[in-house]
Structures are given as structure tokens and as C-alpha cells.
């Protein structure tokens, strides 16, 4: 009798690889304008405060608090505060005119909006009626209130988003330690695939993991060579592999992954170095291949690989899952585990599979979640129409109503 081998859970898959991912090390100093979506290397101190001064709120008039507790008060107005002005110390009985940003004048202690005021040109020159009663601070954005020197404003490990770029240029940070990009490289293994462009022979199909996993991977920062398409031979794949170690830090490769007599890609992966062959108890995306191919005349170094099913929702599901992660983690990037939404199920999933599910479903307008109505793993359709995976343990079936664990594509495509 042929006993099945016990199929890998995901969350033992994730861990496994999570242990093997050793993040580079290698850093690059980079422009703060060029530094989007790049992974930052060392923590960020400010040097200033910011703001770097008491400065208004609002287009209005710098004033005394006191002075104008009683009701409505009438101020000569004795200066003029544009932003990136300094003004000089408020005289009492005075109010200064003063502009968003603009830098608050010693001894006033609160901004009265333009809205609340009148201002009259008198003979004895400009005043101003102040209708509204400010407390002390009003309208005033102090010294350090975003920000105090010395504080530590980014992590390492953090993707820089426009945010955080944003954040740094405000403490004057013109560049930026970053993680050099991850060296990633692609090939596709498989007789019947062909090129859009390309007329398609009988029993061919176009190569849509390759669209799939080039722009994967240069959504997560990936610097991406592609080795195109394989034939299925032992020879040609360990070329391929030989090849792509050599400047690489990770090989990625859709198909051939099973143990058919046309998957070519785990004796040519034992032969150039090491290999993990996974059965993973998911849906989509069973086989899995994990390993290293060994770089020549460096005994020390290596590329790893992961090679994925070939089919596409297949190649899809599994790299968000196990290879997001992994790749992150080589770029030094702390925090690597997607936001999971709790959403209602808006529909039955009566049937309960043993593996885990990725099931592809998304938001109505009633604030839960719709299913696409075929979730086999070669239809792409799925993954346009969806907004997202619903990740379903195994062995549960879902009724309508239901919570379940959802991950918006959002999270995982970034
Ligand atoms: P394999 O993992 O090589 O056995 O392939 C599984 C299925 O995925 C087969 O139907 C293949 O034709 C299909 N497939 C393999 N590679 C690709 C690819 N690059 N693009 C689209 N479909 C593919
Ligand atoms: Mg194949």
C-alpha cells in the first residue's frame, strides 16, 4: 500500500523559512527624494525639534490672552508676521498680524483667527477689534509638539513609504541608510508556454506567471532578472540555476515542481546545491520547493531558491504567502506578517477541506464579503475580481454570517 507522506502545515512551511532567511547586510547611503519603498538600515534621531518654534495656526493676530479676557478688545497693531519671519517682542497693549506657520512673537501667548477680528485703519493707525476671548496657547502649535530633539523618529527595518520619507525630510534628513535591493532572478519551466506576441501552438498556453512574478517582485523592491523560459530538460535547468546564483541572492521559478516525469527542477536543484520538497497542507498551491544552489568556486555561497506550482493562482497564492515574507525578511524588513481583517461571510462554504484555504472573495457594499463563485487554481479571474484571500483553516466549513480571517491584497502586494 502507498502511504501518502503527512502534508507540511503553512504555519510550519512560514516557520522554516522564516529561520533560513538571513537578511543582507550590505547598505547603501540614498537620497531621501529616492528612497521610496526601500528598507532603512539604521534607526533615525532627529537633531531639531520640530517645530523648530512656537509658530500660529492660523491667519490671524498674535496677542496677549489676558489682555483680552474682558470681551471684545481693541489692539493697535504694531507689526506684520508673514511665515518665515521673525517678528520682534509684542508690546503691550498691541496685537501682531501674523500667518500660518509664521513664528509667534515673544511675549504673546495665543492666536485670535482672522474670522474673529475686525481691523480698522484708524488716524492713529491699523487696530484691531478682537470679538473672540483666546486662552493662553490658543492656535499655537509649540515647540516639539510633532517631534523633540534627540527622539528616535524611524526604526530599522521599516519600508519607507512617502510617510516616512515625509517624517524624515521634516528633521532635515537629506539621505538615508538603506538595505541594498535584493538581487532576485526568474525563470519559467514548461514545453507549452509562450510569449504574448507569440502565435499559440495547439496544446501551448501564454506564460502569465511570468507577468505575475516580475511584478510581484518588483512591488516588494526587488531588483528582477528574468532567465525567461526553461525547456524541460535536466541539463538546461542546471544551467539556468548554475547562472542566475552567480549575482543573485534568490531564484525564483514557477512549475516543475511535482514529481512528474517532466519536472525537471528538483534533480537539477539537488544537483547545483540543496532542496527542501514540501507537500503543504494549502488550496491553492500543494508543491513547494525550497533550497540553495551553490555558487561557483565559493564554497560559502549561495543562492536560495524557491520554486513554485505552476499554476498561476497556485504561483500566486503561495508567493504571497511564503514568499512575501521570505523576501522581506532578506531585506532586513521587521515586521513581515500581514494585517488580517475580521469580515462576515456573505455566503456559504458548506464543503471543508483538509488543507488550509486561500479563498478568494471581496468587499460589498454591505460591509462583508463575497466569493468568486470557481476557486480552482488556474483561474487568474479570481485574483482580478477578488480584493483579497479569505484564509481558511482546515476543516472548516463557513455558513453566512460567519467571521472569517480575510487579507486584503492590499496588504500583501506591498
Ligand atoms: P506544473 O507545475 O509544471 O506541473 O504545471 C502545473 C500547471 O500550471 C500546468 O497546467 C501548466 O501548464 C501550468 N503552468 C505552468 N507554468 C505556467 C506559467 N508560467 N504560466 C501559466 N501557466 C503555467
Ligand atoms: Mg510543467
Not at 516588494?220 to 535536466?234: A, S, T
Not at 497556485?314 to 504567502?321: R, W
Not at 463575497?370 to 483553516?393: E, K, R, Y
Amino acid at each position: 500500500m502507498l502511504v501518502k507522506p503527512p502534508l507540511l502545515s503553512v504555519a510550519e512551511a512560514t516557520k522554516f523559512l522564516a529561520k533560513s532567511a538571513v537578511p543582507l547586510t550590505d547598505i547603501e547611503i540614498v537620497p531621501t527624494l529616492e528612497a521610496n519603498g526601500r528598507v532603512l538600515a539604521a534607526p533615525q534621531v532627529s537633531q531639531i525639534n520640530v517645530p523648530g518654534m512656537d509658530n500660529s495656526q492660523m491667519d490671524g493676530y498674535a496677542v496677549r490672552a489676558a489682555e483680552c479676557a474682558g470681551g471684545e478688545t481693541r489692539l493697535r497693531v504694531s507689526q506684520r508676521i508673514p511665515a518665515g519671519h521673525v517678528g520682534t517682542a509684542l508690546e503691550p497693549g498691541t496685537a501682531a498680524r501674523i500667518f500660518t506657520g509664521a513664528m509667534v512673537p515673544e511675549g504673546a501667548d495665543a492666536i485670535v483667527m482672522q474670522e474673529a477680528c475686525e481691523l480698522t485703519k484708524d488716524a492713529d493707525g491699523d487696530h484691531v477689534i478682537v470679538r473672540h476671548v483666546p486662552q493662553a496657547g490658543e492656535w499655537i502649535r509649540t515647540i516639539g509638539e510633532d517631534i523633540r530633539s534627540a527622539s528616535t523618529i524611524l526604526p530599522s527595518g521599516v519600508r519607507l513609504r512617502p510617510q516616512e520619507l515625509g517624517l524624515a525630510a521634516s528633521v532635515g534628513l537629506a539621505t538615508l541608510p538603506v538595505v541594498r535591493k535584493l538581487r532576485a532572478a526568474v525563470f519559467f519551466t514548461g514545453d507549452e508556454l509562450t510569449m504574448p506576441g507569440e502565435a499559440l501552438k495547439p496544446g501551448a498556453i501564454y506564460n502569465s506567471n511570468r507577468f505575475l512574478l516580475r511584478g510581484l517582485l518588483e512591488n516588494l523592491g526587488c531588483e528582477v532578472k528574468d532567465f525567461g523560459i526553461v525547456p524541460d530538460q535536466l541539463q538546461a535547468t542546471r544551467d539556468t540555476l548554475r547562472a542566475a546564483a552567480a549575482s543573485h541572492d534568490l531564484i525564483i521559478t514557477s512549475g516543475g515542481v511535482s514529481v512528474g516525469e517532466e519536472d525537471h527542477v528538483k534533480p537539477a536543484v539537488e544537483a547545483e546545491g540543496r532542496l527542501n520538497m514540501w507537500q503543504i497542507a494549502m488550496k491553492p498551491g500543494k508543491p513547494l520547493a525550497f533550497g540553495e544552489i551553490n555558487r561557483n568556486g565559493d564554497a560559502s555561497g549561495k543562492a536560495f531558491f524557491i520554486g513554485l506550482p505552476g499554476n498561476p493562482v497556485s504561483t500566486f497564492v503561495t508567493f504571497l504567502i511564503f514568499v512575501r515574507p521570505f523576501l522581506l525578511r532578506l531585506q532586513g524588513v521587521e515586521n513581515v506578517v500581514p494585517r488580517v481583517l475580521a469580515m462576515r461571510a456573505d455566503f456559504n462554504w458548506p464543503k471543508a477541506d483538509r488543507r488550509q484555504e486561500f479563498l478568494r472573495a471581496r468587499f460589498n457594499d454591505q460591509g462583508g464579503l463575497d466569493l468568486f463563485p470557481h476557486q480552482g487554481s488556474g483561474v487568474l479571474t479570481s485574483t482580478v475580481w477578488g480584493d483579497g484571500l479569505i484564509d481558511n483553516a482546515p476543516g472548516k466549513t463557513i455558513a453566512e454570517g460567519d467571521l472569517v480571517r480575510f487579507i486584503p491584497f492590499d496588504h500583501l502586494l506591498n
